[in-house]
């Protein structure tokens, strides 16, 4: 067999090929862009040569602060087809985060869409090493600002040849992008994200059993582009030659909900929250979703009543995912098997709400504290462990954390797992939010999702209080619907929860708030919550 590199170059050429008049839709600033992969190629072979006018050079790590758009995704091409690495920038943490990423990764060029520029410039002295600001914008310039030297994305094009050839000699196991964890302790974590590890990744996402991305799909990634790679979605659109559709920024459940309808939209990706609030809009208003003939959720545990929500009243099925910065992202995807359709509803329901079957590929086991397998019977917890050709394998210069990460060849995501005899996986906590009463183990997320299957909640997170006797108990944080607010109390989520958990698992309070606080990705920032009641 011949030795051929799998590289992000292939996919690339294969969409200028096959695929020159596939669409790409883009919400910009301005409105919506469109154009086609072949005009795609076109400035993506401009973008390089303005790269290496700018002194990039193989192995250089870029750096974007950009939403899901059409100038981030050409970023996401010829950055890593030339030989360099796309380090795309997480915009929602925290600055000292950003400054310390910045720094880290060492990066000297960054691409900025116009509306994060204060962004940079409040940080600018802190990041010396940043020597090119490339500010991307719908206007004719770039605004003003203080950084300096800054250019126009659009003028650099502009005046770029159109013409490049991306070698076809690169290394595999080169890398191609780079992102770092959202830490909620310590320092983000950087991962690097080689050719061959999101080539495959990208082959994955399009089998029948798993995502099943194909050339007649019309994909909208609203999971963002400036984290883990937007599950892989831009990068397996192009390789099938789908539609792509991208939202731009900060899109809310209208803006969605109108791309969904009016761009056709079969596939797209998010958050539980995300699609709850698409789904409060179309209860109130007529959305034509037709097109849409799959979800795929993940980055938090999606409540039952959600997802039956979507597949009873809108005829739309979910796709529970599951994934890590540190897996590229998808690992786990939650599809009944074939003879599973003949089961009682109440049985699939239960099985749909796990993050499901490890992706091919990937070899997966669920160890217990003695670093054993634990029985796949549905009930015994342990903690998750992968290994595959997308699952990372060292942190970007931070040796000590590497060697914590890994147990024999095997990456811990440090999630505490059950496995059912069928080989679903159902995520039961993270290690930190797990709940020990007496001496047993209290799944917060499975508790969460039974409170939000309340007609009367929108969003509960629960979390763990000391306790004199018992070590820890459980506190619940409900929001309450508006359309419910006066009519609940707490004693109501209470009785809701008798029939429906063990005596022990109740909470001890429910308390009441205006809104859950999320980290930058969209998940519960539980130790906000127990900052503010412990």
């Not at 990634?221 to 939202?247: C, D």
């Not at 179309?282 to 979507?310: C, H, M, Q, T």
């Not at 209290?442 to 299957?453: F, Q």
């Not at 004199?468 to 619907?481: H, T, Y």
Request: proline share 6%.
């Amino acid at each position: 067999m011949m030795r051929y590199p799998l590289l992000l170059r292939s996919i690339l050429e294969r969409a200028r090929k096959l695929f020159p008049a596939k669409e790409i839709v883009s919400r910009d600033f301005s409105g919506l862009f469109r154009y086609d992969y072949g005009r795609f190629y076109e400035r993506v072979c401009r973008l390089a040569n303005v790269l290496k006018e700018l002194g990039v050079e193989p192995g250089d790590r870029v750096a974007t602060l950009a939403w899901n758009n059409h100038r981030h995704l050409e970023l996401y091409f010829a950055l890593p087809c030339m030989g360099a690495v796309v380090h795309t920038v997480n915009l929602r943490l925290f600055k000292e985060q950003i400054i310390f990423i910045l720094n880290h990764a060492e990066d000297r060029v960054i691409f900025i869409d116009e509306d994060l520029v204060p962004v940079i410039e409040e940080i600018r002295e802190q990041v010396q090493g940043l020597k090119h600001f490339v500010i991307m914008t719908d206007k004719d310039g770039p605004p003003p600002t203080s950084l300096s030297p800054a250019y126009s994305y659009e003028q650099l094009l502009a005046g770029a040849s159109p013409d490049y050839r991306f070698p076809a000699d690169l290394d595999e196991w080169s890398p191609a992008s780079m992102c770092y964890t959202t830490a909620t302790t310590g320092d983000p974590k950087g991962v690097m994200y080689s050719h061959r590890a999101l080539y495959l990744h990208s082959l994955m996402i399009g089998m029948t059993d798993t995502f099943g991305l194909c050339e007649q799909d019309a994909a909208m990634p609203v999971v963002p582009m400036f984290h883990v790679n937007a599950w892989g979605i831009p990068y397996g659109a192009a390789l099938v030659g789908a539609k792509l559709v991208l939202p731009g920024a900060r899109p809310d459940a209208r803006v969605l909900c109108e791309l969904i309808q009016n761009e056709k939209v079969s596939v797209a990706a998010g958050v539980p929250t995300i699609w709850m609030g698409c789904l409060n809009l179309l209860e109130k208003e007529n959305y034509d979703f037709s097109s849409l003939s799959r979800l795929l959720v993940g980055g938090a545990s999606s409540p039952r009543a959600l997802i039956e929500a979507y597949e009873k009243k809108h005829g739309i099925p979910f796709i529970v995912a599951y994934g890590m910065t540190e897996t590229t992202p998808l690992t786990l995807l939650s599809r009944p098997k074939s003879y599973m359709r003949d089961w009682p509803e109440e049985r699939v329901y239960a099985l749909k709400v796990k993050q499901g079957l490890f992706a091919p590929g990937l070899e997966m086991r669920v160890t217990g504290e003695d670093g054993t397998d634990v029985l796949w019977d549905g009930c015994t917890m342990g903690e998750l462990l992968f290994r595959g050709p997308w699952i990372t394998g060292e942190y970007y210069r931070d040796p000590q954390r590497s060697k914590e990460a890994l147990r024999g060849g095997w990456f811990r995501t440090a999630d505490i797992a059950t496995v059912d005899a069928e080989g679903y996986v159902n995520i039961c906590d993270r290690s930190k939010d797990l709940i020990k009463s007496g001496g047993e183990w209290i799944s917060s997320v499975e508790l969460e999702n039974t409170i939000m299957g309340h007609p009367a909640v929108a969003e509960a997170a629960v979390v763990a209080l000391p306790h004199e006797k018992w070590q820890e108990r459980p506190l619940a944080c409900v929001v309450i619907r508006e359309e419910f607010k006066g009519r609940v109390k707490p004693e109501d989520i209470l009785e809701y929860l008798r029939s429906r958990v063990a005596k022990w698992w109740l909470p001890d309070r429910v308390e009441f708030i205006d809104e859950v606080p999320k980290t930058s990705v969209g998940k519960f920032d539980k130790k906000v919550l127990r900052r503010r009641f412990s």
